[in-house]
């Protein structure tokens, strides 16, 4: 039965005929097999309908990814029996002998149940020989319709008993090789078969045993042949079935056959040089248990199968079911299996969402009955899957206290409370760290980051396959983004103990490889996929905040962001503002921007700017407001709106600056629309400020608080000199040198004002060149006396003090009254004065004044210490009465105008 249709010479069919219609015409592309050798296919067990079953199979042509979009399209044209060009098919048949993997075995879908023979010309063929099929048909069908009598025909029992066809079943018997195969030129010559259809011309003997069904494929430059063989189509020899197939010499072949109990086709390859046995030793089977999860327009194919899958309680389709897969031991010839994923939300095409490889051969030590796991999680998600697969500190941070190791914590921090990516993304949570992390070692090592190697296939991987590598093994775990974060710490040029910080962040887009055609035929950008952005900051405080304005760069999140906590500075001293910004939409990133700011009252004047709350470690006020800025959430619209009423709120006016763009090294961006702004501004007085930015709709983007901090308590020395004119005295003839060192100590209630104590030491020499008169003494005209009185000051004080920092300097007025304990020394005054020397026995005297200072004084800020240049005003011995002659020498009224210098080092709280 089966010889005789075989034998029969196959009518070509019309260029519109579907294979399961076989119709006579003149095209030369494909022979549509005869109505006697056309079976219906079986029903399937799902209940879905032969043309359902059909266009399935067909849509896996979406996943051959050696093809381009529009031979895939062509592919699935023909398997579904649409005319193509028959030229274009030869190329696409080509292509696929010349594939990988399973790719090949997609030729069966040409022929499949229908039992029919598909081949295709090149054009540059003629036309005459298009026209029937190639003379490796015509030899295989004088094999078919010879084999049918070789179990049973007396005159081919020579041929059965022969030793060489018993070793061959002895072998099948022990699944080994044999040494020698029955079936060559001598076999086919026995069979009558010409020497010119056998010469360049190789026999395959494939064991059939637990096939259904096999499909031969095989070409060359001019022509290719699809060729599909039921079980009646095959010879038993005992107990063993084997197909007999006659292929050209040094062409590549592609055996693809439907194995019972196994889903996915077996698969063969190889280009043949000589008479070869094919399956005589079985493939392993090894079990695959597959634990996917997809959405719901996704499809599962294995090796071009589907994989049935069933919609889970989440809304999306979920396939957990073992798979047996054909698997080898290693050095086996087999090819590995491919697992791909299409997403089709139509008829038309279908996207690779994701394609792996499961490999062929296994390691694995017996039982192989065990189920390997595959997982594999594409479930659409309402965030980006975000993993941070490692976080470093460079060498250069040893000696600084910035650490690496919360780093990570910070980032998950960061999206579970900032409003601009709490919705978007979350840090997952990874069941295989170390594969990701492992993948992506590989991957640094084979692109070479910075060493100056070569990139490619010559250094035994090229960088797209190591990119490849580590995205579908993160996109298996369900996982959109990779990143790793390293702590840098560079030493400033003028002094290498003092680092300026950055972070630095790559990123893979895993979503976006799978989302921009990683599976095309063209390589792979690596600048489109992978993202480094780095952020510098000056104080290690500063990280969290810094970290804020890296991500948004990262992600390309619109946004404008301090790179600041609350701040503390000296009012004196600059604020360095940095302001990190991303510009999305069109918008041309400005050279400048706008920055807005406030004085908080000293006093609080009503509920919503006052300054209750403290600050924990330093007791110090603060605005309520300032709390809420100081934590992660600030950026939230209720936040802003709070910090927009409270500054319409504040007394005063508001005063603006602008922040210029950045051009340094660390703050530049990989992106076009990231820029960092910067400018140092001094606020005009002591307090708290409030810093907001605002965009160009009037909304604020962000805000911080500045706390301008005076110093709370000074310490001072100052010295005085004055004397000659500047002592001024009733007394005549006295001349006067004095001069003073004192020590002093305010502390600050207010900016303004202050209280505090100041003493010391002082001497006053004083002469009087026309000695004393006769009445006060016996002589009537004394010599010239000296004396000296030596002084311990001690007295509170108040000042008063400029800190308006428009201009550098400052201006100060201190009144002091003090008590003066002084040591009189006589020594140089005459004995006989004895009411000039008070009726004192000795030449040393003990006298007590109180005085009164006013200083005057012009300072300005070197570095740490305060130079302070005064005009004193003072009234000595207030309480002693002014004489216009020196009567006693304890007797010390005077006006003092002197000048002073004085050095203070204030410490700031």
């Known amino acids: 039965m089966l010889s005789s249709a075989l034998a029969a010479a196959l009518a070509l069919g019309s260029p519109h005929a579907r294979a399961a219609a076989p119709a006579k015409g003149a095209s030369g592309a494909e022979a549509p097999a005869t109505p006697a050798d056309s079976a219906p296919a079986p029903a399937p067990a799902d209940g879905a309908t032969p043309a359902s079953r059909g266009a399935s199979r067909c849509d896996a042509a979406w996943s051959v990814e050696r093809l381009d979009e529009d031979e895939r399209s062509l592919l699935r044209r023909a398997c579904l029996g649409e005319h193509v060009d028959p030229a274009e098919m030869h190329k696409v048949h080509r292509r696929l002998l010349g594939g990988d993997g399973w790719h090949a075995g997609t030729l069966a879908w040409l022929v499949g149940p229908q039992r029919v023979r598909r081949w295709s010309w090149d054009r540059k063929v003629p036309e005459e020989r298009r026209t029937r099929p190639p003379a490796i048909d015509e030899l295989q069908r004088k094999i078919d319709s010879k084999?049918?009598?070789?179990?049973?025909?007396?005159?081919?029992?020579?041929?059965?008993?022969?030793?060489?066809?018993?070793?061959?079943?002895?072998?099948?018997?022990?699944?080994?090789?044999?040494?020698?195969?029955?079936?060559?030129?001598?076999?086919?010559?026995?069979?009558?078969?010409?020497?010119?259809?056998?010469?360049?011309?190789?026999?395959?003997?494939?064991?059939?045993?637990?096939?259904?069904?096999?499909v031969v494929a095989f070409g060359d430059a001019r022509s290719t042949l699809v060729r599909y063989f039921g079980r009646d189509d095959m010879v038993i020899l005992g107990k063993h079935r084997f197909a007999l197939v006659a292929v050209p010499e040094g062409t590549p072949v592609t055996l693809v056959g439907s194995h019972r109990g196994q889903e996915v086709p077996l698969l063969w390859r190889s280009v043949v040089g000589r008479n070869q046995a094919v399956w005589m030793v079985p493939v392993h089977q090894s079990c695959v248990s597959l634990n996917v999860r997809m959405g719901v327009d996704d499809r599962l194919f294995v090796d071009g199968t589907?994989?049935?899958?069933?919609?889970?309680?989440?809304?999306?389709?979920?396939?957990?079911?073992?798979?047996?897969?054909?698997?080898?031991?290693?050095?086996?010839?087999?090819?590995?299996?491919?697992?791909?994923?299409?997403?089709?939300?139509?008829?038309?095409?279908?996207?690779?969402?994701?394609?792996?490889?499961?490999?062929?051969?296994?390691?694995?030590?017996?039982?192989?009955?065990?189920?390997?796991?595959?997982?594999?999680?594409?479930?659409?998600?309402?965030?980006?899957?975000?993993?941070?697969?490692?976080?470093?500190?460079?060498?250069?941070?040893?000696?600084?206290?910035?650490w690496s190791d919360d780093v990570g914590d910070r980032v998950r921090t960061f999206f579970a409370t900032d409003p601009h990516h709490r919705a978007r993304r979350e840090v997952a949570d990874v069941y295989a760290y170390a594969e990701i992390a492992g993948a992506l070692a590989s991957l640094e090592r084979e692109i070479n980051r910075g060493d100056g190697k070569a990139i490619g296939p010559d250094r035994g991987i090229d960088s797209s396959e190591a990119l490849g590598t580590v995205a579908k093994e993160a996109w298996r775990q369900g996982l959109d983004i990779l990143m790793t974060l390293e702590v840098q710490c560079i030493p400033r040029p003028n002094n290498p103990e003092e680092h300026t910080y950055a972070i630095s962040a790559t990123m893979?887009?895993?979503?976006?490889?799978?989302?921009?055609?990683?599976?095309?035929?063209?390589?792979?950008?690596?600048?489109?996929?992978?993202?480094?952005?780095?952020?510098?900051?000056?104080?290690?405080?500063?990280?969290?905040a810094s970290l804020a304005a890296l991500l948004d760069r990262l992600f390309q999140v619109p946004s404008s962001r301090f790179i600041h906590d609350r701040m503390a500075t000296f009012y004196r001293d600059p604020l360095h503002l940095r302001v990190g910004s991303y510009f999305g939409g069109d918008n041309k990133v400005p050279e400048t921007l706008p920055i807005v700011y406030k004085r908080f009252p000293l006093r609080r004047?009503?509920?919503?700017?006052?300054?209750?709350?403290?600050?924990?470690?330093?007791?110090?006020?603060?605005?309520?407001?300032?709390?809420?800025?100081?934590?992660?959430?600030?950026?939230?619209?209720?936040?802003?709106?709070?910090i927009k009423e409270t500054l319409e709120r504040l007394p005063g006016r508001s005063r603006t600056s602008s922040l210029s763009r950045s051009l340094a090294g660390a703050d530049r961006s990989t992106s076009p629309r990231g820029a960092i702004h910067r400018r140092d501004i001094v606020v005009t007085w002591p307090g708290w400020y409030l810093v907001v930015r605002e965009d160009e709709s009037g909304e604020i983007a962000d805000a911080i608080c500045v706390d301008a901090r005076y110093r709370r308590s000074e310490l001072w020395g100052e010295v005085m000199i004055s004397g000659g004119p500047l002592f001024m005295t009733y007394a005549e003839e006295l001349s006067t040198l004095?001069?003073?060192?004192?020590?002093?100590?305010?502390?600050?209630?207010?900016?303004?004002?202050?209280?505090?104590?100041?003493?010391?030491?002082?001497?006053?020499?004083?002469?009087?060149?026309?000695?004393?008169?006769?009445?006060?003494d016996l002589d009537t005209l004394s010599p010239a006396i000296r004396w000296q009185r030596h002084s311990l000051m001690l007295g509170p004080l108040i000042e008063a003090r400029t800190r308006w920092t428009a201009v550098p300097f400052e201006l100060r007025a201190r009144i002091s009254p003090f008590l003066d304990l002084g040591l009189i020394s006589l020594a140089q005054v005459p004995s006989s004065l004895k009411d000039f020397r008070g009726k004192a026995t000795s030449n040393l005297i003990i006298d007590v004044d109180v005085g009164v200072d006013l200083d005057l004084i012009f300072g300005y800020s070197v570095g740490r210490v305060e130079l302070q240049h005064g005009l004193l005003l003072g009234v000595m011995a207030i309480d002693d009465a002014p004489y216009r002659t020196a009567v006693t020498a304890s007797e010390g009224f005077a006006g003092v105008f002197g000048f002073t210098f004085g050095v203070g080092a204030g410490r700031s709280r």
Do not use: K
Not at 307 to 314: E, F, I, K, S, Y
Not at 525 to 534: G, S
Not at 752 to 761: C, K, N, P, S, W
């Open 738 to 776: 004095m001069g003073r060192a004192r020590v002093g100590y305010v502390r600050y209630l207010f900016p303004g004002l202050g209280v505090g104590v100041r003493g010391g030491y002082g001497l006053a020499d004083h002469s009087l060149s026309t000695g004393v008169t006769s009445w006060q």
């Open 605 to 642: 004047r009503r509920a919503d700017v006052g300054v209750e709350g403290r600050l924990a470690i330093r007791e110090e006020r603060r605005p309520p407001i300032c709390d809420q800025l100081a934590r992660s959430e600030r950026v939230d619209r209720q936040t802003m709106s709070a």
């Open 508 to 544: 893979i887009g895993v979503d976006e490889i799978f989302g921009r055609g990683y599976y095309g035929n063209q390589g792979l950008d690596l600048q489109r996929f992978i993202h480094t952005e780095t952020i510098a900051f000056d104080e290690p405080s500063l990280q969290e």
């Open 147 to 214: 084999l049918g009598d070789l179990a049973s025909a007396p005159e081919y029992r020579s041929i059965r008993e022969s030793p060489a066809v018993e070793a061959l079943l002895e072998a099948a018997t022990a699944d080994e090789e044999p040494e020698d195969l029955p079936f060559d030129s001598d076999f086919l010559r026995r069979l009558g078969i010409a020497d010119a259809m056998i010469e360049g011309n190789r026999l395959l003997t494939i064991r059939s045993d637990g096939l259904d069904s096999l």
């Open 306 to 402: 589907e994989v049935p899958a069933l919609v889970d309680a989440r809304g999306g389709r979920a396939v957990d079911q073992p798979m047996i897969l054909s698997r080898d031991l290693p050095f086996a010839v087999v090819p590995d299996h491919e697992l791909a994923v299409l997403t089709c939300e139509g008829d038309d095409a279908c996207a690779i969402r994701y394609l792996s490889r499961i490999p062929a051969t296994t390691d694995r030590p017996e039982p192989r009955h065990l189920c390997e796991p595959f997982r594999l999680d594409l479930r659409p998600r309402e965030r980006q899957q975000v993993a941070i697969v490692r976080t470093a500190r460079s060498e250069s941070c040893r000696a600084s206290p910035l």
